[in-house]
């Protein structure tokens, strides 16, 4: 857990947040997700620079946090200030944050890793000792809503980049394939048995037919050993070559072309 913040440094941070440190205030400054901001007085800027100052006090303190903070600010710990001034601030939006932040706000959201399970209650545990539970509240559900934002986003685009990648995957298998011509997925053979089962349907392919091969790696190995059992009635041309996915068609040559042999 992070340490208490000290008498002095919460009545500070109360203050500038109008806030008596004693008591619930009738009626709290407003902080919600679009709040103007006028509501933090004449200087937003005092009142910011508090906070955040509180904020990474409390974090340099806490070995592990100070060790994690540390190694992903390039041990700059000016940035950790700067993006956390961003990220208090209840006017930013998911795309004010830097890579940064959004490491900062991941860690104080999620639940990922240890980190992620150690600063996600000590942020909540500060924020809760420094102000009143009703702005606390807010500036944790603001904090939240970033969170949300930027991991919906980034969700979407991984699903748009899977359709683009399985749109391009069954074109080009439906423009390289033909009614005569048999897909085989390798990875999903055995591999104690891939080599035989491919030598197996070679061997039955039909005058003209063909098999296409998909596998993650250049499948040099089983081109060599087909050259070695049938030699040039084995045809071997490559449709793709990596870097990840490798396309190989297969076919037997006619008569014609190898009774010369």
Request: hydrophobic share 45%; charged share 25%; aromatic share 6%.
């Amino acid at each position: 857990m992070l340490n208490k913040v000290e008498p002095a440094d919460q009545f500070h941070a109360a203050a500038a947040w109008n806030i008596d440190p004693k008591s619930e205030p009738a009626s709290p400054p407003a902080l919600a997700i679009g709040a103007p901001r006028e509501a933090f007085g004449e200087n937003p800027e005092i009142a910011i620079d508090d906070l955040v100052f509180t904020v990474v006090a409390a974090f340099r303190r806490h070995p592990h946090i100070n060790n994690v903070m540390t190694h992903i600010s390039g041990a700059r710990w000016e940035r950790v200030e700067q993006v956390l001034r961003v990220i208090l601030d209840p006017l930013a939006g998911s795309r004010d944050l830097s890579p940064l932040a959004r490491n900062i706000v991941d860690l104080m959201c999620a639940d990922r890793g240890v980190t992620g399970r150690i600063l996600k209650p000590c942020f909540r545990d500060l924020l809760a000792t420094v102000l009143s539970p009703r702005l606390a509240a807010r500036l944790t559900a603001h904090v939240t809503c970033l969170f949300l934002e930027f991991e919906a986003a980034e969700r979407q685009a991984a699903d748009k980049c899977a359709f683009i990648t399985n749109q391009r995957s069954a074109r080009l298998m439906s423009e390289s394939a033909n009614i005569s011509e048999r897909v085989i997925h390798v990875q999903g053979i055995d591999p104690r048995h891939r080599h035989a089962v491919i030598f197996q349907l070679f061997g039955h392919l039909a005058p003209e037919a063909s098999l296409q091969l998909i596998v993650d790696h250049d499948p040099k190995p089983l081109r060599f050993q087909l050259e070695a059992r049938h030699g040039s009635r084995g045809q071997w041309t490559y449709l793709e070559e990596g870097p990840d996915l490798w396309r190989v068609r297969v076919r037997q040559a006619p008569i014609s072309e190898t009774d010369h042999v």
